[in-house]
């Protein structure tokens, strides 16, 4: 891992750059298809209104190689605030160095030191490098199953 490596939150004139992050994750993701104004959108609704969430980037000679997305909601279970890792993407040059690991270990910091009561997140089901990675950073998995309703244009 570079010795210059900085966790910043995202501010509006990273879109761009976290944009062709997110392009490069949905592009692997079976469930999503990449869509550069609906990511844009999405990244300003979260960045113009902190308490929708957070968006922290990793950043190596004033380029951006990763980030990770946390959204804040409310568990009626837990009693209190949670968060959703909504997106952790590292670029495929700089994968296998440690980044997603910073990323994460930030993030997680974070929520503690902010009282978050959990982190949830979902992986896709047949990809067990990236079930390996959360399960070896202290994730489990639910017995709880996802579903979704989709409203398209």
Same mark, same amino acid.
């Given at each position: ?6 966790? +910043?939150?995202?501010?509006? /004139?990273? &879109? ?5 992050? @997110? ?8 469930? %999503?298809?990449?869509?550069? /104004? ?7 609704? $979260? @960045?113009?209104?902190?308490?929708? !969430? ?10 951006? $190689?990763?980030? $990770?997305?946390?959204?804040?909601? $409310?568990?009626?279970a837990e009693g209190g605030f949670v ?20 990323? &994460?270990?930030?993030?997680?910091? %974070?929520?503690?030191?902010?009282? %978050? ?8 089901? +047949? ?8 399960? !070896?950073?202290? %994730?489990?998995?639910s017995d709880m199953i996802p579903l979704r309703m989709l409203?398209?244009?």
């Amino acid at each position: 891992m570079s010795a210059n490596l900085r966790i +910043d939150p995202a501010t509006l /004139d990273d &879109l761009p750059q976290v944009a062709e992050l @997110l392009h490069e994750l949905f592009s692997m993701e079976a469930d %999503f298809v990449p869509d550069r /104004d609906k990511q844009i959108h999405g990244l300003k609704l $979260i @960045l113009e209104q902190p308490s929708r !969430g957070r968006i922290f980037v990793a950043r190596t000679d004033h380029k951006i $190689i990763g980030m $990770i997305n946390l959204l804040i909601t $409310i568990s009626t279970a837990e009693g209190g605030f949670v968060l959703l890792l909504e997106d952790l993407i590292v670029s495929h040059d700089h994968r296998g160095q440690g980044y997603g690991s910073a990323l &994460l270990d930030y993030a997680v910091d %974070f929520a503690k030191k902010k009282n %978050f009561l959990r982190i949830t997140l979902l992986t896709d089901r +047949d990809n067990e490098a990236s079930k390996r990675f959360y399960l !070896g950073h202290g %994730f489990v998995e639910s017995d709880m199953i996802p579903l979704r309703m989709l409203f398209r244009d």
